[in-house]
């Protein structure tokens, strides 16, 4: 039995069989053909891409089945590249003329295109060099007769053990047969971790390098909860692992009777309970746990779908979705967080020596202005049929925040000069996760309608911890006194000005934490949506009265550990 400590990024147990997925480790075989063979070269290259584009549309069928349409449509861009004629009929000049093995000709071709990829200004395009590097892969795999770890085709009940998982290796999991998945890189903040939350799969990352010693079919524990990989594990550990799994199932099912009761306190304050959400899909997990509305839709994973930069009329159609799907409920919807650990990212930026304090979230859409204006437009239009807010992630400085609040207003004037209806005015809100916005915040409030603390990044830009390094994840604490005066701040400055304030950060889905986070006056909390049942429970069984106490008891300790200590005393206090 061996363990391995990571990053928890979705929380569950898990207990299966492993299925290593390894697509670094092609060979090929060998560089040139014989003047002789070159016909039957072409075939087996033509028969290879007809294989792999079976391949990419049996993908696409079934994460269109996931996730929707759109999301089904990466494949099809993959498809339309795999058959595009010129890259074709390049790989067949090489083999006849250059007398290239096809594996060769496929290698060096498309490696070149990737690279070309990879040097363009245009963020969109440039990530698109993963995509051909996808099927150089593919290709080669099929060329060479190597099998292919199948993410999509899993037909039992497996745990998926993996270096990196690509948005659109995430994506397409199979949420029947996919029971959890580990991965040697990524942070708990990253957009895998993200994913495994929406899908409600056990999932750790960050575990360093375990592959070598795990084999495919090895018995594996995921610890979700804990962050941890257990590989071969010994009877008695088992059979701990599957008392607790069914022990949480207990629990869950005994929550659903919390589905359609408030989030109120014993003493009567209403706790607004919302929802996190990335895909429209999830809006009927939001029904079913109970959800008040949406308070954090992040749009940028539009992008995990898209197979060209998403239109106006895609971003509309996604938006007009959730806000269709929930019914009249408040929708707000976050304008796109790309860079850093996100989706969108340039590959050649990775190089980027700090990404986190780089080119990301409202700094890369203020840089890129069309896509911008593009993306409000569609909020805009979304908002005629529905309670939608919009909301401007890390905003840092006041300038930054009328910038973007300036080119909301020239979307609003590009729709009413075309005659599209918008609702007359749409609430505007920014997130607070930079400390700067706390410290200043009476400068930015009377420029919004709203705020909410985004503490995910609140906690690595105050701690000065990356939230994806797993080097220093030891460091990263929710708890830490210094984040919970930054909390206080915040909301003290937003109820002066009399602005509804929120926290949508992952914090406000751990249950130790609701007692603080309402001592500190907060009355909005915004969550995935699988952890909304035992938030409303936790509500409902103490006082506003109470987590006073607590919040003030925790702001005056020293240490993350001090506070996780006593909140874990309390939180056993009322339990029993
Ligand atoms: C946050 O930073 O807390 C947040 C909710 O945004 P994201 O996790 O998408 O960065
Ligand atoms: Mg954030």
Same mark, same amino acid.
């Given at each position: 039995m061996i363990t391995h400590y990571g990053i928890p990024a979705s929380p569950g147990v898990a207990i299966g069989e492993a299925l290593i997925f390894d697509k670094e480790r092609i060979r090929i075989p060998r560089r040139f053909v014989t003047r002789d063979a070159v016909d039957d070269e072409v075939r087996r290259l033509e028969q290879a891409i007809d294989a792999v584009a079976a391949e990419i549309d049996r993908n696409r069928e079934l994460v269109t089945g996931q996730l929707g349409a759109q999301y089904g449509a990466i494949f099809a861009a993959h498809l339309a590249m795999l058959r595009d004629p010129r890259l074709n009929e390049e790989w067949r000049r090489l083999i006849r003329e250059q007398h290239y093995a096809p594996e060769h000709a496929v290698s060096e071709t498309l490696r070149r295109y990737a690279s070309v990829f990879q040097k363009l200004e245009h963020r969109f395009l440039a990530a698109r060099s993963e995509d051909v590097l996808d099927i150089e892969r593919s290709l080669l795999r099929c060329l060479t007769g190597q099998p292919r770890e199948e993410l999509t085709h899993i037909g039992s009940p497996v745990a998926v053990l993996a270096h990196d998982l690509t948005p659109s290796e995430t994506a397409s999991l199979d949420r029947r047969f996919v029971i959890g998945f580990a991965t040697e890189s990524g942070g708990a903040g990253g957009h895998s971790a993200i994913v495994a939350r929406a899908l409600e799969i056990p999932a750790v990352?960050?575990?360093?390098?375990?592959?070598?010693?795990?084999?495919?079919?090895?018995?594996?524990i995921i610890d979700g909860d804990e962050g941890r990989l257990i590989v071969r594990p010994d009877g008695p550990t088992r059979a701990e692992f599957e008392r607790r799994a069914e022990s949480r199932r207990t629990f869950a099912a005994s929550l659903e009777r919390f589905r359609d009761l408030p989030a109120e306190t014993a003493d009567g304050t209403r706790i607004e309970i919302d929802a996190n959400i990335e895909f429209p899909h999830e809006v009927d997990a939001c029904r079913q746990r109970g959800a008040d509305g949406i308070g954090l839709y992040r749009t940028e994973f539009l992008y995990l779908g898209a197979a060209r930069e998403p239109t106006e009329d895609d971003h509309f159609r996604a938006y007009a979705d959730v806000v269709e799907r929930m019914g009249g409920r408040p929708v707000v919807i976050r304008t796109f967080d790309l860079g850093a650990d996100k989706l969108g990212r340039a590959p050649g930026e990775s190089e980027e020596r700090n990404p986190f304090l780089g080119l990301r979230s409202i700094r890369i859409s203020l840089r890129h202005v069309t896509e911008f204006r593009r993306q409000l437009r569609a909020i805009l239009r979304a908002g005629a049929s529905?309670?939608?807010?919009?909301?401007?992630?890390? =905003? @840092?400085?006041?300038?930054?925040?009328?910038?973007?609040?300036?080119?909301? @207003?020239?979307?609003?004037?590009? #729709?009413?000069?075309?005659? =599209?209806?918008?609702?007359?005015?749409?609430?505007?809100?920014?997130?607070?996760?930079?400390?700067? @916005?706390?410290?200043?915040?009476?400068?930015? #409030?009377?420029?919004?309608d709203f705020v909410s603390i985004g503490t995910n990044d609140l906690i690595q830009y105050a701690l000065a911890v990356d939230r994806c390094n797993r080097e220093v994840a030891d460091l990263y604490h929710d708890t830490d006194p210094a984040v919970l005066k930054l909390i206080a701040m915040t909301v003290d400055a937003a109820e002066r000005h009399g602005k509804p304030v929120g926290l949508c950060g992952q914090m406000s889905a751990n249950p130790l934490c609701t007692p603080l986070l309402i001592g500190l006056g907060l009355r909005s909390l915004s969550m995935p949506p699988a952890d909304i049942p035992e938030i409303k429970q936790i509500c409902r069984g103490t006082t506003v009265e109470r987590c006073r106490e607590v919040a003030g008891r925790a702001l005056r300790m020293e240490s993350a550990r001090q506070v996780d200590h006593y909140l874990r005393e309390e939180f056993q206090k009322n339990r029993t």
């Open positions: 990352v960050g575990l360093g390098r375990f592959l070598a010693e795990t084999g495919p079919g090895d018995a594996v529905g309670d939608v807010r919009v909301m401007f992630p890390m =905003i @840092a400085t006041v300038p930054e925040l009328r910038r973007a609040k300036a080119i909301l @207003a020239d979307a609003c004037e590009d #729709l009413d000069e075309a005659g =599209i209806p918008r609702p007359p005015k749409m609430p505007v809100g920014m997130m607070v996760e930079v400390p700067s @916005a706390v410290v200043l915040l009476d400068r930015f #409030l009377p420029d919004v």
